[in-house]
């Protein structure tokens, strides 16, 4: 059974910075592509990030030059570097994994940038 654990958010200051990990039990390697969506309150579920198997990577255009995703195979962990926070960029961080065989999501993570 796949399952994916995100840790690394909090509370931070406009300008800021944090990381993001998604923890992945199961096989990494079988993930087509990763990725990293984001739910503000009251907003809908929105994409923020995607790995593609062969590091291919696209990011929303809100977030571009800002987030940098990768991932860590040894670790079986995906990461979501972000820098200059800003206050719309607080939500809920939820990571996700597509392989064959399905799409799977973590519980989430809040970020919350303060002004």
């Known amino acids: 059974q796949v399952q994916l654990v995100e840790s690394g958010g909090g509370l931070v200051q406009a300008g800021g910075s944090l990381r993001l990990s998604c923890v992945i039990s199961?096989?990494?390697?079988?993930?087509?592509?990763m990725g990293w969506y984001r739910q503000a309150p009251g907003k809908q579920r929105e994409w923020v990030a995607r790995i593609i198997s062969g590091e291919a990577t696209n990011y929303a255009d809100s977030v571009k030059g800002r987030f940098t995703i990768s991932r860590d195979n040894a670790k079986k962990t995906v990461y979501l570097q972000m820098n200059s926070l800003k206050p719309e960029d607080t939500a809920v961080y939820y990571c996700?994994?597509?392989?064959?065989?399905?799409?799977?999501w973590g519980k989430g993570t809040l970020v919350t940038v303060s002004s």
């Open positions: 996700n994994a597509q392989n064959i065989f399905g799409n799977y």
């Open positions: 199961g096989s990494i390697s079988s993930m087509n592509v």
